[in-house]
């Protein structure tokens, strides 16, 4: 590669911000990933998660069954261009049924934005994304939502992010008042007050009026006296006693810098995502297995699977790979390796995401979401790469966690048991759910596993909308899932409970599923051969 074709190379991959939005259900986020694509150009006018039927819904939300539930059950890729950035948002599913999605997809982001309810304060899952988050050491932003409501003491919510999640925290904004007397937010570095006005109605961009904090009467005119003194007490006690800002520990991911505003009235969301972009990172180095450090500026192409999704497009049937490129420039056409299954390929129509939406591309980099169409050959976690690396590149695993519900699942017209596999398989390929098997039976009956039990309603949904097949549904009451790590085992050859199941996962592993807890441990105690292992593996 020449001088050239290398600062080109460079240019493209630090022009590069991806990053995904986590959240609580409701707290904002869809709301606010559809306000970031008005700003980009990438939509003309912004959709309601939660609307009439004639309304225009969320991009992401581009699933029949998001739109009608109001909620985002599996994560969507959107890419868009934005004052020379190039820009690629994960919009991850908030409600905790579908966080399997979550945790995987937010492996492939370099940064996070966490929304909160201005009203709520940190609430469970908000708690559960962050940690995944923070074990990656990622800058993580915090847009506190809903200004327009009546909300909680700003102070107070800093208190319980500092607390909670052991971060500093630095307001890049401060709001004047709320809900009803929501007056604006003032600037911190541009030390500029920022008015508030609900006339456009989430419509269009706001036209926002400037007026600087030393200018006492401009700020009487606009907000009042009352309200100009509690803004100048507030600023007065940041500057004194709040944290400073440091932008390496930013990208470290130790202190969060924090915007206050509301997504649904385009308040304080321009300047948001300016700060944002300003401040995150490029793309970051990813680890392997061996320990290496794969830099986004090395020529040579890799990727690996995040996530994999059947019928994004039901006219073609056609099953998509999500890569995220981790370093160099892919080019469409040219052959590169499949490192788990140990051969190159040609990846047919790489395409740029905008939900369901999708274009051919020519070529991606560094830091760049794709998609390629996947005949079935590609598992969640599997590496790609130009073969100059060899076929030892696998990077640190994604993670998948262990079932909490547990349910049989019955084909219902025996005609057709081609669709109900082939729909099993697929969807369970996608890695949201789990499916086993019982061993030395067929594919009538199966055992399926959930971490959250609206994942069965997308999942028969899906079935017979997808695939045209409908299902019986028995609950069990088993909990614990273990794999077993005993040669050759045979449920047969070992004193069992009789309500243990024995079931056999998609590559073939023998697990059980117990009861709970007391179960497992009387098993290990009654079989000294009896090697078990907790589910949770990285991929």
């Known amino acids: 590669m020449d001088d050239k074709a290398l600062q080109d190379l460079r240019a493209q991959i630090q022009r590069r911000r991806t990053f995904a939005i986590i959240s609580h259900p409701d707290a904002g986020k869809t709301t606010l990933t559809e306000k970031l694509l008005l700003y980009g150009g990438a939509i003309q006018s912004a959709g309601s998660v939660k609307g009439k039927q004639s309304d225009r819904h969320a991009t992401s939300d581009w699933m029949e069954i998001e739109r009608q539930r109001g909620i985002s059950v599996t994560s969507s890729v959107l890419q868009f261009e934005y004052q020379g950035f190039c820009i690629n948002i994960l919009d991850t599913p908030?409600?905790?049924?579908?966080?399997?999605?979550?945790y995987r997809t937010l492996m492939a982001a370099d940064s996070a934005i966490m929304v909160i309810d201005a009203a709520k304060g940190i609430e469970p899952q908000t708690r559960k994304l962050f940690q995944v988050v923070s074990r990656r050491g990622i800058p993580i932003f915090t847009f506190i939502n809903k200004m327009d409501r009546e909300a909680r003491d700003p102070f107070a919510l800093l208190d319980e992010?500092?607390?909670?999640?052991?971060?500093?925290?630095?307001?890049?904004?401060?709001?004047?008042?709320?809900?009803?007397?929501?007056?604006?937010?003032y600037d911190r570095p541009a030390r500029r007050l920022l008015t508030y006005g609900d006339y456009h109605g989430g419509a269009k961009k706001l036209e926002e009026i400037s007026a600087d904090i030393s200018d006492t009467a401009r700020l009487d005119d606009l907000i009042g006296a009352h309200f100009r003194q509690e803004l100048l007490d507030s600023v007065e006690l940041l500057d004194g006693a709040g944290a400073e800002f440091d932008l390496e520990q930013v990208h470290r991911g130790r202190l969060s810098p924090v915007f206050f505003g509301s997504a649904l009235h385009n308040f304080g969301v321009e300047e948001f995502l300016e700060c944002f972009l300003k401040f995150?990172?490029?793309?970051?180095?990813?680890?392997t297995t061996e320990g290496e450090e794969i830099d986004p500026l090395d020529t040579r192409f890799s990727a690996f699977v995040f996530k994999i999704q059947a019928n994004m497009n039901r006219a073609h049937r056609d099953r998509i790979s999500f890569l995220r490129i981790c370093s160099g420039r892919f080019e469409r056409g040219k052959e590169y390796l499949h490192v788990q299954g140990e051969k190159t390929l040609r990846l047919a129509q790489p395409q740029q995401m905008m939900a369901q939406e999708r274009d051919i591309i020519d070529e991606a980099y560094a830091g760049d979401i794709i998609g390629v169409f996947d005949p079935g050959v590609f598992s969640i976690g599997d590496s790609i790469c130009d073969s100059a690396f060899g076929n030892t590149l696998r990077f640190t695993g994604i993670p998948t966690f262990a079932p909490e519900h547990f349910a049989v699942v019955e084909q219902i017209d025996s005609m057709k048991r081609k669709q109900f596999a082939k729909g099993m398989t697929e969807i369970a390929q996608e890695g949201a759910i789990q499916i086993f098997f019982y061993p030395n039976a067929g594919m009538e009956q199966v055992v399926v596993g959930v971490v959250g039990v609206l994942q069965y309603d997308v999942l028969k949904f899906r079935m017979k909308s997808e695939y045209g097949v409908e299902f019986r549904q028995r609950d069990l009451p088993h909990e614990l899932i273990r794999r077993v790590r005993t040669p050759n085992f045979n449920a047969s050859d070992f004193n069992l409970p009789s309500d243990v199941l024995w079931v056999?996962?998609?590559?073939?592993?023998?697990?059980?599923?117990?009861?709970?807890?007391?179960?497992v441990r009387w098993a290990e105690d009654k079989n000294d051969n009896l090697e078990l292992a907790e589910f949770y593996e990285e991929i």
């Open 94 to 102: 908030g409600h905790q049924d579908f966080s399997e999605d979550t």
């Open 161 to 185: 992010l500092e607390t909670e999640f052991g971060i500093e925290t630095y307001p890049m904004n401060w709001p004047v008042s709320c809900g009803a007397t929501f007056k604006g937010v």
């Open 280 to 287: 995150t990172t490029t793309p970051l180095p990813r680890r």
């Open 504 to 519: 056999r996962d998609v590559r073939g592993r023998d697990l059980l599923v117990f009861n709970g807890q007391w179960t």
